[in-house]
């Protein structure tokens, strides 16, 4: 799922996006108060991790302000210490729990799973276009009864053209939803990996679902169901 990291400690910053990284996350970081609630009023976070001590404002403020605004991506207060008094005021601005620095790198991905089952139970259990079906939750994906084996990346852009069948999407919406802010390569590769999904899903089975749309993008070709 999509995270975005509040921590201004850039060391910090840098050890919680590699982490989640490896966990198969798609991880944005910001460093003040303002830059976290700017960022997550702007894109759909399945999970923020929100330090409390921030410059700017702290992180009870961008917490109570997202809920304000009616943001209720799952947060994730780090305090520095156990301090009752910060975890009871996270969970009066509307944190969904905290965790107590210094806290091991397992356990905050631990409590990452928890928030992206409960993202699931909001979304389709099972994505199914034409043959071809995938599972968010579990990360398999099949044509037919053939499984396919896919990387991360493959999958999350997979995932999208399942999502939005028939849709076209641009290669600027693809590089959004796949990939990190911080990713400073260029829409190739997302020529590339649509290139990549091309030999799993349609070469090997004879198909040309995955379209391209000349000058636009790419569509996932979709099938009326009578
Ligand atoms: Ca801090």
Redesign the pocket.
């Known amino acids: 799922m999509r995270v975005l990291v509040v ?3 850039v060391r ?1 910053a840098e050890l919680l996006k590699r982490s989640l990284s490896e966990e198969g996350h798609t991880v944005d970081v910001v460093h003040d108060g303002p830059g976290g609630a700017r960022m997550a009023s702007e894109n759909p976070y399945g999970a923020i991790v929100l ?4 410059p700017g404002f702290d992180g009870f403020e961008v917490c109570r302000r997202l809920r304000a605004a009616g943001i209720l991506s799952p947060v994730l207060m ?1 305090t ?1 210490r156990d301090d009752i008094g910060d975890r009871v005021r996270g969970l009066d601005v509307g944190a969904d729990g905290y965790l107590v620095k210094p806290f091991s790198l397992l356990e905050l991905a631990a409590r990452l799973r928890v928030f992206a089952r409960r993202d699931d139970r909001a979304s389709p259990v099972v994505l199914v276009e034409g043959d071809l079906r995938l599972e968010p939750v579990s990360k398999r994906a099949w044509r037919g009864s053939t499984e396919i084996e896919l990387s991360a990346k493959e999958f999350a852009v997979l995932e999208l053209f399942l999502r939005h069948p028939g849709t076209i999407l641009t290669r600027s919406q693809i590089l959004n939803a796949a990939w990190d802010i911080a990713y400073d390569g260029t829409s190739n590769v997302v020529d590339q990996y649509v290139n990549y999904l091309r030999r799993k899903i349609d070469i090997p089975f004879g198909r040309q679902d995955l379209e391209t749309v000349r000058g636009t993008g790419y569509r996932l070709r979709h099938r009326e169901t009578t």
Not at 51 to 54: N, P
């Open positions: 921590e201004d400690e910090m330090d409390v001590m921030l780090l520095a």
